[in-house]
T-cell receptor, first 111, second 115 residues
Framework: DAKTTQPTSMDCAEGRAANLPCNHS???????VYWYRQIHSQGPQYIIH???NNETNEMASLIITEDRKSSTLILPHATLRDTAVYYC????????????FGTGTSLTVIP | DAGVIQSPRHEVTEMGQEVTLRCKPI?????LFWYRQTMMRGLELLIY????????DSGMPEDRFSAKMPNASFSTLKIQPSEPRDSAVYFC?????????????FGAGSRLTVL
């Protein structure tokens, strides 16, 4: 599976959009981009995933560049409860089910 | 659905004792994963099962660790004998593959402290 690179930490003002970048320059055509987050002391929580097209659900939006080498997770109106570590994972479709989590981005939402 | 259920939530034991962690996956999910999380090493995949069969246990640290999944609704992770360096939060997750995509649902974790 392709390696991902994320900033170690980010801050965001409450109520503003949080934009979390992820680089996956070695991604191949059959690999999905997944985003999970982990709030302190809890298990990781699925947020969203996508292959080529931009995706939106009730939690967030996922913007994938046309060349698929990077993506951005957008939390449109960040709240204090969005403070967490956010993991970007790239994993091939229909392969073994391993999910490897890197170090992620620690997002702090500031009042 | 109650989600992935893990027990115990907290365990404190002494070095050399046997530890058994338990997991009940979401009904209908056909894959189950065991992860370990520490400050130093982050989230590490230990082992995963597909349809109750262990597929990859390369992440299991050593022979002191073993995992079983006797049926689709139950799995155990056993450490015998336990050592202080095994202190960590152990997470169980289950998933169902849909159209090639695989979404994991994690349990709340079992925090293990080995004295």
């Amino acid at each position: 599976d392709a390696k991902t690179t994320q900033p170690t930490s980010m801050d965001c003002a409450e109520g503003r959009a949080a934009n979390l970048p992820c680089n996956h320059s070695t991604i191949s055509g059959n690999e999905y981009v997944y985003w999970y987050r982990q709030i302190h002391s809890q298990g990781p929580q699925y947020i969203i995933h996508g292959l080529k097209n931009n995706e939106t659900n009730e939690m967030a939006s996922l913007i994938i560049t046309e060349d698929r080498k990077s993506s951005t997770l957008i939390l449109p109106h960040a709240t204090l409860r969005d403070t967490a570590v956010y993991y970007c994972i790239v994993r091939a479709k229909n392969t073994g089910n391993q999910f490897y989590f890197g170090t992620g981005t620690s997002l702090t939402v500031i009042p | 659905d109650a989600g992935v259920i893990q027990s115990p939530r907290h365990e404190v034991t002494e070095m050399g004792q046997e530890v058994t962690l338990r997991c009940k996956p979401i009904s209908g999910h056909n894959s189950l994963f065991w992860y370990r999380q520490t400050m130093m090493r982050g989230l590490e995949l230990l082992i995963y099962f597909n349809n109750n069969v262990p597929i990859d246990d390369s992440g299991m640290p050593e022979d002191r660790f073993s995992a079983k999944m006797p049926n689709a609704s139950f799995s155990t992770l056993k450490i015998q004998p336990s050592e202080p360096r095994d202190s960590a939060v152990y997470f169980c997750a289950s998933s169902l593959q849909v159209s090639g995509a695989n979404v994991l649902t994690f349990g709340a974790g079992s925090r293990l402290t080995v004295l």
